[in-house]
């Protein structure tokens, strides 16, 4: 028995009647020989940590625009908080952490530059529209290892293209994973950003802690590690008291924090300044989309490789903006259409 298999006989000993095991994994598309160490989960965590598009994470739009304040979350820290929330959880419910972690940083790989303001542009002038869950889901079978992929076992992909939160109820069976552990990292997802952009919002300016309802933060807390603890605390509790496959959260809790996300959206994500910044975004990307698809030479001259066979011009260029960081998608902006000064005699 290799360490590999005194691990899983080890996770099957300890871990919930309800929790994914990694030696009953469905697989993957491509077989690959196991690892003697590492179980599937942690190897697909592992690839998730070392590709491109998880190091890019660091130079994309959260809330604020490329912020100078180093204390503003990026969408990269974004992540490594839904990872830790989301194995507290795990860890609590005795699910599989290594599964839990793995779509945990993985669930915003297909983000655009710009946060949800690059999305919405790549949705509007894409023919075929853009959704950043899907791209996630593209980027690990199609855009990373210049067209190979990395070939991520089931579990995680079916949690990666299930972190969607839309704006209804919580529990919603359209967005529920296969997996307690990736409905675990779908909340988690909520708890994260509900509280870290209360905080960057404060930090900004833009509202103080005192302009939140209060019947919002008496349920949930006045601190960040108030809130999340309430939060975490209740779903774990919740969760272990239903006894399903299935993470659940109280109906007190849960109404605060729907409630606090529409706070957030209507005072912070509109606010004029906030959606001044987004809207001159949008027009970045739908330039560089424009400029790109009207100039195939010279597009296929910066993205070279085809990753897939047939790909039309406008799939790609879709693929390379939504790839950009923010700092990237502004250089090449300012690159292709700001004028530079004459340096001549």
Same mark, same amino acid.
């Given at each position: 028995?290799?360490?590999?298999?005194?691990?899983?006989?080890?996770?099957?000993?300890?871990?919930?009647?309800?929790?994914?095991?990694?030696?009953?994994?469905?697989?993957?598309?491509?077989?690959?020989?196991?690892?003697?160490?590492?179980?599937?989960?942690?190897?697909?965590?592992?690839?998730?940590?070392?590709?491109?598009?998880?190091?890019?994470?660091?130079?994309?739009?959260?809330?604020?625009?490329?912020?100078?304040?180093?204390?503003?979350?990026?969408?990269?820290?974004?992540?490594?908080?839904?990872?830790?929330?989301?194995?507290?959880?795990?860890?609590?419910?005795?699910?599989?952490?290594?599964?839990?972690?793995?779509?945990?940083?993985?669930?915003?790989?297909?983000?655009?530059?710009?946060?949800?303001?690059?999305?919405?542009?790549?949705?509007?002038?894409?023919?075929?529209?853009?959704?950043?869950?899907?791209?996630?889901?593209?980027?690990?079978?199609?855009?990373?290892?210049?067209?190979?992929?990395?070939?991520?076992?089931?579990?995680?992909?079916?949690?990666?293209?299930?972190?969607?939160?839309?704006?209804?109820?919580?529990?919603?069976?359209?967005?529920?994973?296969?997996?307690?552990?990736?409905?675990?990292?779908?909340?988690?997802?909520?708890?994260?950003?509900?509280?870290?952009?209360?905080?960057?919002?404060?930090?900004?300016?833009?509202?103080?802690?005192?302009?939140?309802?209060?019947?919002?933060?008496?349920?949930?807390?006045?601190?960040?590690?108030?809130?999340?603890?309430?939060?975490?605390?209740?779903?774990?509790?919740?969760?272990?008291?239903?006894?399903?496959?299935?993470?659940?959260?109280?109906?007190?809790?849960?109404?605060?924090?729907?409630?606090?996300?529409?706070?957030?959206?209507?005072?912070?994500?509109?606010?004029?300044?906030?959606?001044?910044?987004?809207?001159?975004?949008?027009?970045?990307?739908?330039?560089?989309?424009?400029?790109?698809?009207?100039?195939?030479?010279?597009?296929?001259?910066?993205?070279?490789?085809?990753?897939?066979?047939?790909? *039309? *011009?406008?799939?790609?260029?879709?693929?390379?903006?939504?790839?950009?960081?923010?700092?990237?998608?502004?250089?090449?902006?300012?690159?292709?259409?700001?004028?530079?000064?004459?340096?001549?005699?």
């Amino acid at each position: 028995m290799n360490i590999r298999e005194r691990y899983q006989a080890i996770e099957a000993k300890v871990l919930s009647p309800y929790a994914a095991l990694s030696s009953r994994t469905k697989g993957r598309k491509k077989f690959e020989k196991p690892c003697s160490i590492r179980t599937p989960y942690q190897r697909d965590r592992d690839r998730i940590i070392h590709c491109k598009a998880f190091r890019r994470m660091k130079h994309k739009t959260q809330v604020f625009l490329s912020p100078t304040n180093d204390h503003y979350r990026t969408r990269l820290t974004h992540v490594i908080e839904v990872s830790q929330i989301a194995r507290t959880i795990s860890r609590a419910l005795l699910l599989n952490e290594d599964l839990t972690e793995a779509i945990a940083l993985g669930h915003d790989l297909g983000h655009t530059p710009f946060g949800h303001a690059g999305e919405a542009a790549l949705n509007e002038i894409y023919p075929d529209g853009f959704k950043h869950v899907i791209h996630s889901v593209r980027v690990v079978e199609v855009l990373e290892r210049n067209g190979d992929g990395l070939n991520l076992t089931h579990e995680v992909l079916d949690g990666i293209a299930k972190h969607s939160k839309g704006m209804g109820p919580l529990d919603n069976p359209r967005y529920r994973a296969e997996t307690m552990e990736g409905q675990v990292v779908r909340i988690s997802d909520l708890v994260a950003y509900a509280n870290h952009d209360l905080d960057d919002a404060v930090r900004s300016g833009i509202i103080t802690i005192d302009d939140v309802p209060g019947k919002y933060l008496d349920v949930l807390g006045k601190t960040g590690s108030e809130r999340i603890n309430r939060m975490v605390t209740d779903i774990v509790n919740e969760t272990n008291t239903l006894g399903e496959k299935k993470v659940v959260i109280s109906a007190e809790v849960e109404e605060a924090m729907v409630g606090l996300r529409e706070y957030l959206f209507n005072t912070v994500y509109m606010n004029e300044k906030i959606s001044r910044t987004f809207q001159m975004a949008q027009k970045v990307i739908k330039e560089l989309y424009q400029y790109f698809t009207e100039n195939e030479e010279h597009f296929w001259k910066l993205y070279p490789k085809k990753r897939e066979k047939d790909i *039309t *011009t406008e799939r790609a260029v879709c693929d390379f903006i939504a790839g950009m960081t923010d700092s990237y998608a502004l250089s090449m902006y300012e690159k292709l259409f700001v004028p530079k000064r004459w340096e001549g005699d």
